[in-house]
């Protein structure tokens, strides 16, 4: 059969006759990568209207009734993972026959967390390895503990033989490390190609529907931080998984980016040590710095809320003079967008002068900030490195700050009261009208509340405009 080359883009799997350097459908530069392929028959829709005239007519598929699918998925449940945190962010467990793609920058700890998890299910699962020999991989295990679990594993990159041996074995839970290692004989393009990727995680995709079988697959990310591969490969899988932080940071955050089974607004918070990916129930108390001798200026305590997780996390902010006629804005961890956004809003509406300074702004602990409730505590960090004066000691906040200078209402307010609390701050910050107080009832504006609270007086500030806040904290 004869074959002809075509040139695939890598970004959304536009295919061309020849090379271009620009992609037309998505505008991507220099993602067309050369492909072979073999020639077939047109599949069409010309050629299915012909098919369908003639006498080779394919038979009409079995249709299900929807309520008996919900009682057999009711029967089967989900699959707990045995680490609490993964079964938070994938929504309470793994579903029976769903594909789940983890992503994450080199060294961040997708294989180590998977080899845990692997460990907890035992014989239920199958890690197919395309990268680490079996001898690697059982290094691996013995050194995080789970040498021992009874889990098997395969070292192949064919698709065919993977998908027989899992015909054969019928495990529970298949875990591929990685998804770019594996190929298709059927394709003439090397693996991680765009053609073999989408080829081989669709195979997989369908042997996790009819089967039943939880389908895990890992995948490496560009420099840009997104999955390498086609953009349909997110499209295909269930549920796609990110891990974030940096590899010399030993926190580790887990978000779901897609989860048709469960909630995207949960994270899940790890901790890297010598033996493997160690769960953070409560992950404020990690971020938070323990100082001796008082906060210094430009650090600010922020109540964020991931899915139904209350997190605390310090703002640090440095303002200095700046040499260069366009001042620096330099965000870790934090949109510098934002950031340039909340400098104007200082300027203008609360009468600060930051034309000519450099602004840094730092998330202590590796943590990516993307909720608005953080913006209040961004530029209170501002402004307290500005003036090189201290917020008060038990002082926190959280809200949203809008172009107009007015200090906006956030969701989830009594949780992160409590959380706050619970973690002994007694000055809160909050927009006007976000709380009623701790526990329902009556902490008014500027008001005291705090009954039953150690016999500690606990005050709820609420404040209209970031002028007025910046009045308040740095009076």
Not at 184 to 197: D, Y
Not at 232 to 251: C, I, K, N, S
């Amino acid at each position: 059969m004869a074959t002809k080359t075509l040139y695939v883009c890598s970004n959304c799997g536009h295919e061309e006759p020849k090379w271009l350097g620009r992609c037309p459908d998505c505008g991507e530069w220099s993602t067309f990568i050369e492909e072979a392929r073999d020639e077939k028959k047109a599949v069409g829709f010309a050629a299915r209207a012909a098919n369908a005239k003639g006498s080779s007519r394919r038979a009409a598929g079995t249709t299900v009734a929807l309520r008996e699918v919900g009682a057999e998925q009711r029967e089967g449940g989900r699959i707990s993972t045995g680490v609490g945190e993964l079964d938070r962010v994938l929504g309470g467990g793994i579903v029976p026959g769903s594909l789940v793609l983890v992503g994450g920058e080199p060294g961040v700890g997708k294989s180590t967390l998977l080899l845990q998890v692997m460990g907890r299910l035992g014989e239920r699962c199958l890690m197919v390895s395309g990268e680490e020999s079996p001898r690697q991989v059982a290094l691996s295990a013995r050194r995080l503990g789970v040498g021992d679990a009874g889990f098997r594993v395969l070292s192949e990159t064919d698709v065919d033989v993977i998908e027989a041996t899992i015909l054969d074995e019928r495990p529970e839970v298949v875990v591929v490390d990685s998804i770019q290692t594996l190929y298709s004989p059927e394709l003439s393009g090397a693996p991680g190609g765009v053609g073999q990727v989408r080829e081989t995680a669709a195979r997989l995709m369908r042997l996790a529907k009819a089967e039943g079988i939880t389908v895990v697959l890992v995948g490496h990310v560009t420099k840009e931080g997104s999955i390498a591969g086609p953009r349909v490969l997110e499209h295909m899988v269930d549920t796609v998984l990110q891990f974030e932080g940096d590899r010399y940071q030993a926190f580790r955050i887990l978000r779901a980016l897609k989860n048709r089974f469960g909630s995207t607004n949960e994270v899940g918070v790890f901790e890297m040590t010598g033996a493997g990916m160690v769960e953070v129930e409560d992950p404020s108390a990690f971020f938070l710095s323990r100082r001796e001798g008082g906060t210094p200026p430009g650090v600010v305590t922020v109540c964020l809320l991931e899915g139904t997780r209350p997190m605390l996390v310090e703002i640090e902010s440095l303002v200095a003079p700046s040499p260069l006629a366009v001042p620096r804005r330099v965000a870790n961890g934090f949109d510098t967008g934002r950031v340039n956004m909340l400098c104007a809003v200082l300027g203008r509406r609360a009468g600060l002068v930051l034309g000519d300074q450099d602004v840094y702004v730092n998330v202590t602990g590796g943590v990516r900030v993307e909720e608005p409730a953080a913006d209040l505590g961004v530029a209170l960090a501002i402004a307290s490195a500005l003036r090189d004066r201290p917020v008060e000691a038990g002082w926190a906040c959280f809200g949203e700050v809008g172009l107009t200078g007015d200090v906006r209402f956030v969701s989830g307010a009594p949780r992160r009261v409590a959380e706050l609390l619970k973690l002994g701050y007694n000055r809160i910050m909050t927009p006007e009208g976000a709380t009623e107080g701790p526990k329902g009832g009556g902490a008014g504006r500027n008001g005291a509340s705090g009954k039953g609270r150690a016999e500690r007086e606990v005050s709820l500030v609420e404040v209209r405009t970031l002028e007025e806040a910046v009045g308040v904290a740095l009076p």
